[in-house]
């Protein structure tokens, strides 16, 4: 195959959250040397001779290449010489070996090839690189408002800074981090970069660099390096001495569609690997594919990918193209093709694949089937139910129509609120009303046309008799304290408050005796506290908890809109249960217990919601005046607490660690 062929499948499976790419050496060449030049490096650092074969292939005096076996040999007593040194001393032994060009630490460029990668956000990449060069790339094309939304404004904790970048954090192959990889499948997570094989870092910046970005620390650092491995010992010890990442590896593999970049695949124990999960596990659901270059095969010396054992043994495709050089081109369409392009398409290019952008529910018993016993109608412009039919919610990546009057439907926006009790507008809402002064629905925008529905403290508002509403999910508050920031809003904001705004809003829409609602999002605008993610999820409690109070509503159709890709890729991918939290109070809870030592174990408990922190720590055995509380993202600006009546959101994680 060519890389025409599989690009359309590559950006479909990318939408869907299943595309994973598997970066190896050849990514990080020229900056970072081969596995060859490694082995030679590290066999000078640790003081060992080199067998006259290789030693006279490296001075040209023969073409016979090593062979692998002889390369595993080499590479177990290179390890072995370096093993008189401490932790540290080694690791930088590997980083000098590692260093093809001879630059500084913290200063070699970063290859084109991997810049072209990690122009676009991965939510999880594998790399048998030791190197930082992607992870750097990443961050220094970071731009997490293309994700999250409008670019934030005022001050942000670091919690909430973790919560909606962009930029991976760097895992092992501990227990932990496994689990953490399992955790990114099927549920929303920080970008991961999983180093199967060990991180030096200090290539492409200072390690002190990647602490203030929240990429890794120095305790990870370390740790990290530790599990550096280059012999082919430590590749049989990792492997099979190590059942859990040998499993969660094997998870990876099975379900999700990976792409082999630059990677040394072709190495005996990587293929070993992939033949034992194919033969535990069956064939996977997704294919793999791995991009050679035929430039690599031309002089005879290596034999190319034999496509019948890759597809039929390993599920690996190879796709061949030609020249190194053009991996960056290649990189570049791919991500053109799923994310923000670097120029216009060409005259008469046409779009490679499908985004799914609508996703529909209905309220309804049993199997429900599709009736064919009525004739087809044609639908109007504005179609839904007839009241008594079943109820519809529609998730839709689009932005918020301007309702016409007389049709049924009307639009929620979301807004925050003044010390006056009207609502304060913000992008959502003031392109609505403009949008309704352009269409000449309303003669002009006149704000003492908005009409609370509570003396004070409103949560929804309604704009005249116009199908215009708001809903303004913040806390009640007489006497604010000044903000700490002049950038920051001027009214309090908190999770718990979105679900009976929400509810409220909903109630003031059907109250008008609106049949259809189109909803913007809630209270993630450009001062939230958030990833969008976590109020999008207290939205959804919101819909369940309004038709739940009110069963015989005379909504309808409920239009839910999503503006974000940091809320739409999960809802695509399936990280995010619609339906369960649609229907059931009952949630799954992610609860961090942490020791004074700082040794984490991570629990999945169910409970119903409303869930306060005291219930869990019943739950989790926890003596309550001995542990203090974190909830991430925190639900509101207060520091972590030792108070158990906190509510708990069903997209929190809760930390618990002992109490100082």
């Not at 040397?33 to 030679?40: A, D, E, H, Q, S």
């Not at 779009?351 to 996703?359: F, I, K, M, Q, R």
């Not at 269409?439 to 403290?457: C, F, G, L, N, V």
Request: with cysteine; hydrophobic share 40%; net charge neutral.
């Amino acid at each position: 195959m060519e890389f025409d062929d599989i690009l359309p499948h590559l950006a479909s499976t990318y939408r869907r959250g299943l595309l994973v790419p598997f970066i190896g050496s050849g990514m990080s060449i020229p900056v970072c040397t081969g596995w060859l030049k490694l082995l030679v490096g590290l066999a000078r650092e640790g003081g060992v001779a080199l067998p006259e074969n290789i030693q006279h292939y490296l001075d040209g005096k023969t073409d016979r290449a090593p062979e692998t076996a002889e390369l595993y040999r080499l590479a177990d007593k290179a390890v072995m010489g370096l093993g008189s040194l401490d932790a540290d001393l080694r690791a930088e032994a590997f980083r000098k070996a590692l260093n093809a060009s001879g630059s500084a630490p913290g200063t070699c460029a970063i290859p084109p090839q991997t810049q072209a990668l990690a122009r676009c956000y991965w939510p999880l990449v594998l790399t048998t690189n030791y190197d930082d060069l992607y992870v750097v790339s990443r961050m220094r094309q970071s731009r997490p408002a293309v994700l999250a939304g409008p670019e934030r404004v005022g001050t942000a904790s670091l919690t909430a800074k973790r919560d909606e970048t962009d930029v991976p954090e760097v895992l092992g192959r501990s227990v932990e981090d496994c689990h953490k990889v399992l955790r990114s499948l099927d549920a929303p997570t920080r970008p991961i970069l999983w180093a199967l094989q060990g991180f030096l870092g200090g290539q492409a910046e200072r390690p002190e660099t990647l602490d203030a970005e929240l990429i890794l620390d120095e305790p990870r650092r370390r740790l990290l390096a530790g599990e550096v491995v280059a012999g082919h010992q430590q590749y049989q010890r990792a492997i099979n001495a190590q059942p859990h990442f040998r499993r969660a590896f094997a998870e990876v593999f099975s379900r999700r569609s990976l792409l082999f970049l630059g990677s040394g695949i072709l190495e005996d124990y990587l293929i070993n690997l992939f033949g034992e999960i194919a033969h535990h596990y069956g064939p996977g659901p997704y294919p793999h594919f791995a991009l050679f270059a035929r430039e690599e095969f031309k002089n005879g010396k290596k034999a190319p990918p034999d496509e019948r054992f890759f597809q039929t043994r390993l599920g690996i495709t190879p796709v061949l193209y030609e020249n190194y050089d053009d991996l960056k081109d290649l990189l570049g369409r791919l991500t053109d093709t799923v994310w923000e392009r670097r120029s216009p398409p060409a005259a008469g290019a046409r779009p490679v694949a499908w985004l799914p952008d609508e996703l529909g529910f209905r309220l309804t018993d049993g199997m429900d089937r599709p009736s064919t016993d009525r004739p087809n109608k044609p639908a109007p412009e504005f179609a839904y139910p007839p009241v008594g039919e079943s109820r519809r919610l529609r998730l839709r990546y689009a932005p918020l129509p301007v309702p016409a009057p007389g049709r049924g439907a009307c639009v929620i926006v979301s807004s925050g609120r003044n010390l006056d009790n009207s609502p304060d507008l913000g992008r959502q809402g003031n392109h609505l009303l403009e949008g309704a002064v352009q269409a000449k629905h309303i003669p002009h925008r006149d704000p003492s046309q908005w009409r609370p529905t509570r003396p004070e403290h409103s949560l929804s508002y309604r704009y005249g008799d116009t199908p215009i509403f708001a809903v303004a999910a913040r806390l009640p508050q007489t006497d604010p304290p000044p903000p700490p920031h002049p950038g920051d809003p001027k009214d309090s904001r908190d999770l718990g408050i979105i679900v009976p705004a929400v509810a409220e809003a909903l109630r003031l829409a059907d109250a008008a005796g609106f049949h259809q609602v189109h909803l913007g999002p809630v209270a993630s605008g450009q001062y939230r506290l958030w990833n969008p993610l976590h109020p999008f999820v207290q939205t959804l409690a919101g819909i369940r908890q309004y038709f739940t109070d009110h069963p015989r509503s005379g909504i309808q159709l409920l239009e839910l809109h999503v503006f974000s890709p940091a809320v739409w890729f999960p809802v695509v991918a399936g990280k995010v249960p619609v339906a369960e939290i649609l229907a059931s109070d009952v949630m799954k809870i992610w609860v961090d217990i942490r020791d004074s030592l700082g040794a984490s174990e991570i629990h999945a408990v169910t409970a119903r919601a409303p869930t306060k922190v005291g219930q869990l720590k019943e739950l989790c055995g926890l003596v309550p005046d001995r542990w203090s509380t974190e909830i991430l993202p925190r639900p509101s600006k207060d520091e972590p607490t030792d108070k158990d009546d906190l509510l708990v959101t069903p997209s929190s994680i809760v930390v618990f660690s002992p109490r100082k």
